[in-house]
């Protein structure tokens, strides 16, 4: 199958400072590319989706300005936590698929973010 | 509403004891079903991917089976390193993203 990487895997920060994950598909052109969160014993929670070049689309309740996403290449997409609270700590998970059809996605190892 | 509801919330089995995990959904046009693996702490891995109704797909000890109202994921004499939680997600004739099920934690004991 297709590599997702995704770096950090896990970051501690402190309250008031961004943090920045990236994710990278490593042997195909990610054109489009996914965002969740996890919380624990909980399913995956889309909180956006970016095509390469395009504005990210949001989900309902997901606020834009805190989450920053960025999908400059078919390649890297990168989500920065700006100005994090105790309460953004969570496991964060990318997930990036060739094309727009019902072919499958792939995932990275995921981040666990913890702020202090 | 589509709608992926996937059953057992969690099985418990002995090693070598086959057994099946259960996704229904409720969507207007199906294009896809998909099942992942997930490890604590880890990614979801991918599995399969089913189109269309009385296709079924095999990997080692798992089969996974699509009706026009479920699918179902076989797991035929499982080990200890199966366990994990086991995601079914559909994607839709409308939508390009994908609606998950809460996933099913399978426990093999040895």
């Known amino acids: 199958g297709a590599v997702v990487s995704q770096h950090p895997s896990w970051v501690i920060c402190k309250s008031g400072t961004s943090v920045k994950i990236e994710c990278r598909s490593l042997?195909?052109?990610?054109?489009?590319m996914f965002w969740y969160r996890q919380f624990p014993k909980q399913s995956l929670m889309l909180m956006a989706t970016s095509n390469e070049g395009s504005k990210a689309t949001y989900e309902q309740g997901v606020e834009k300005d805190k989450f920053l996403i960025n999908h400059a290449s078919l390649t890297l997409s990168t989500l920065t936590v700006t100005s994090a609270h105790p309460e953004d700590s969570s496991f964060y998970i990318c997930?990036?698929?060739?094309?727009?059809?019902?072919?499958?996605?792939?995932f990275g190892q995921g981040t666990r973010l913890t702020v202090v | 509403e589509d709608q992926v509801t996937q059953s057992p919330e969690a099985l418990r089995l002995q090693e070598g004891e086959s057994s099946s995990l259960n996704c229904s959904y409720t969507?207007?046009?199906?294009?896809?079903l998909f099942w992942y693996r997930q490890d604590p702490g880890k990614g979801p891995e991918f599995l399969f991917t089913l189109y269309s109704a009385g296709e079924e797909k095999e990997k080692e000890r798992l089969k996974a089976t699509l009706t026009k109202k479920e699918s179902f994921l076989h797991i035929t004499a499982p080990k200890p390193e199966d366990s994990a939680t086991y995601l079914c997600a559909v994607q839709t004739d409308s939508n390009y993203q994908l609606i998950w099920g809460a996933g099913t934690k399978l426990i093999i004991k040895p």
């Open positions: 997930s990036a698929r060739d094309g727009g059809g019902p072919v499958e996605a792939f």
């Open positions: 969507v207007s046009g199906l294009r896809g």
């Open positions: 042997d195909f052109q990610a054109t489009t």
